[in-house]
């Protein structure tokens, strides 16, 4: 039998632990309960549709007819008619012409990205885009070139001096601050080179748009031939998954090619349901959408007249500058104390190094939650909030 050595192979992680805390950047889960008392402006819930009854009994309903699991990848057992169902949806209310269903927002990133590019392939990436763009960048094989936030310019001069196969991706809306990507001066630049544009439209979806079918939607360019969308499930239709929506060349590419397709087990048939019925609850009250930025627009308003550094909002999120990392760390804290849930952003999350408190401008908040929330963020201030444009 081998002797194995007394040391611990991991006590790496004991330093790595210690800098973290010394940084103020340690990360912990909280689980919640079922009926958690807290004011919500944390989560990814845009529209309040995770507890619907509309969406629930969607779950449900899914659940009972199809059974708890996919029971298979999609190309063996685990596409139901109920992915397919919810596929065509997406496609038609998003102005696609095809749509493919995987298990979340950030394998949908990963499909895109990697299945569209090869060892020959340039792909400009913004410097403000989600992880998951980020990891399938350089997963993908090719040639990165990551560009300065939300600029055409740049863009088109990295495209200029490249031959062949080439992309932009991008967020619709970036999840640091909220703020939008000029799609419209993007296509142009990409229709010039002749390279695809691929969107994250995860914080579009059911907030941007008429009736919120998106940002892309909004600008003119879905359904244009060399437009991709990926999208997110969990955000304004308050289920779980993701999708990727294109030219129906592009979806059948990515049946055959992409890997976190392939080999992934299908989306549970409850989130299915959960989605498809959210899909339709928006389509049937377009209002949602219109209400969820009205309720940013009244928190950036608000904070930012009291004194506070906080990002314009293009759609539902709202970013407030912090002093530091640390300080961040207890606002938040202190928000939970007085019964506010928010969002806290510290690096390597934020690109820009500045910490933030993130909220979600839920289209379901009334009038007096709004309030409430901007009296307790303000009472809960750390020192130093109001210059947090100088840290």
């Not at 496609?91 to 990697?114: D, Q």
């Not at 955000?235 to 592009?250: E, I, N, R, T, W």
């Amino acid at each position: 039998m081998p002797q194995h050595a007394a040391a611990d192979v991991f006590a790496w992680i004991d330093d790595e632990e210690r800098a973290r805390e010394r940084a103020g950047l340690v990360r912990a889960l909280r689980p919640r309960p079922a009926d958690s008392p807290l004011l919500d402006l944390a989560s990814n819930d845009y529209l309040g549709l995770s507890r619907h009854p509309e969406t629930v009994r969607g779950a449900r309903e899914a659940a009972e007819r199809w059974g708890a699991g996919a029971t298979g990848s999609r190309l063996v057992t685990g596409t139901t008619e109920l992915h397919a169902e919810l596929e065509r949806e997406l496609a038609r209310f998003c102005g696609f012409e095809a749509a493919l269903v995987l298990s979340s927002g950030y394998a949908a990133n990963l499909a895109a990205v990697t299945a569209l590019s090869d060892r020959g392939t340039l792909v400009v990436s913004d410097a403000g885009n989600h992880a998951s763009i980020v990891d399938g960048c350089r997963l993908s094989r090719a040639s990165t070139a990551v560009v300065p936030h939300a600029d055409p310019d740049a863009v088109a001069k990295t495209l200029a001096g490249h031959e062949g196969r080439a992309l932009l991706v991008t967020d619709s809306v970036f999840s640091v601050d909220g703020d939008a990507a000029p799609l419209t001066a993007h296509a142009e630049v990409c229709r010039a080179a002749g390279a695809a544009l691929v969107v994250d439209d995860a914080h579009g979806l059911g907030v941007l748009g008429e009736g919120g079918r998106g940002a892309l939607h909004a600008a003119g360019l879905a359904g244009a031939p060399g437009v991709v969308a990926t999208l997110t499930l969990s955000k304004s239709l308050g289920s779980q998954g993701g999708a990727v929506l294109g030219p129906a060349k592009v979806i059948r590419h990515l049946v055959n090619t992409a890997r976190t397709f392939i080999f992934d087990t299908g989306l549970a048939p409850a989130a299915a349901g959960a989605a498809l019925a959210s899909l339709r609850l928006l389509e049937r009250e377009p209002e949602r959408a219109g209400r969820a930025r009205e309720v940013a627009a009244a928190l950036y308003e608000r904070l930012t007249a009291s004194g506070l550094t906080a990002a314009r909002p293009d759609a539902a999120v709202v970013s407030v500058r912090a002093p530091s990392a640390s300080a961040a760390l207890r606002w938040a804290a202190d928000c939970r104390g007085a019964g506010l849930s928010v969002g806290c952003f510290r690096p390597p999350s934020v690109p820009d190094g500045v910490s933030r408190l993130r909220l979600t401008a839920r289209g379901d908040l009334t009038g007096d939650e709004i309030s409430r929330a901007v009296e307790t963020i303000l009472a809960t201030a750390p020192s130093g909030a109001t210059d947090a444009r100088r840290a």
